[in-house]
């Protein structure tokens, strides 16, 4: 097993898959349930995997970390796993997201950790935030909760109020401290080239299957219709 730093991994997996109709965690794709896709690939990354939940029904997969404000959106489990680890970072992954290759995960982790003063980042897709798929440092935890406490559950405007408080603390830009990787979903092996810096290893751990279905890599199954599209590109998960 191999770990690529000082972080623990969480499967966000606390939500209601309301559009979805019922929970996408136990939804099967290619004979596994997402959450079972989504431990299966943090564990390619680190031992400390764990699920951001308090569904009895997901704990065989993975130890559950409950929300301490419960019903309050993604924002709730960044704190929860901020709050639970020992470690100086954590790593959140949403489960609806099962075409992101470990390969790109691992390329992300370890650029992020290699760059001083960074307590931050995300992906930018086709210009729309994804801050539900971030690595937070535990220096961004007390900013959480404030936010959590004055019912302020916006992931993203919360996120970037936390960087500039650390930045002005630290002494240091935005934009080191919070980094954004701007992602173009038509593009997304070019993209790909960019941020791994033009490293052929890491090309070469995508399948020819994943670059055929590099614009689902940022998908997040939502519908049944998202739902049924991903049943047409089974080959190209990780797990």
């Known amino acids: 097993m191999r770990n690529t730093g000082s972080f623990a ?3 966000l997996a606390g939500g209601r898959s309301t559009r979805m109709g019922q929970d996408k965690a136990l939804l099967h794709l290619a004979e596994k349930t ?5 431990v299966s690939k943090l564990t390619q990354l680190t031992p400390d995997v764990y699920i951001l939940g308090s569904r009895t029904e997901l704990s065989p997969f993975a ?19 901020l709050a639970h680890s020992f470690l100086d970072w954590a ?21 992020v950790l290699h760059q001083a003063g960074v307590r931050l980042s995300f992906f930018v897709v086709d210009d729309v935030p994804q801050p539900a798929l971030c690595l937070a440092h535990r220096k ?9 406490r004055q019912k302020r559950y916006k992931l993203a405007p919360v996120l970037e109020e936390a960087a500039r408080a650390l930045g002005r603390c630290e002494g240091l830009p935005l934009e080191q401290v919070l980094v954004r ?19 052929g290893e ?38």
């Open 9 to 11: 991994a969480y499967a």
């Open 34 to 38: 997402l959450i079972e896709h989504a």
């Open 63 to 81: 130890p559950l970390v409950p929300d301490l404000h419960e019903g309050c959106g993604p924002l709730g489990g960044m704190e929860a796993a």
């Open 91 to 111: 790593l959140l992954v949403p489960v609806d997201m099962p075409f992101l290759p470990v390969t790109l995960l691992r390329a992300w982790v370890t650029a």
């Open 140 to 148: 961004v935890l007390p900013f959480l909760s404030t936010a959590l």
């Open 181 to 199: 990787y701007d992602w173009r979903q038509q593009d997304a092996l070019r993209s790909f080239a960019r941020f791994a810096g033009g490293s």
């Open 202 to 239: 890491e090309m070469a751990g995508l399948s020819s299957a994943q670059r055929e279905a590099s614009h689902l890599w940022f998908e997040n199954l939502n519908t049944p219709e998202q739902f049924s599209e991903a049943q047409l590109h089974l080959d190209a998960l990780n797990a």
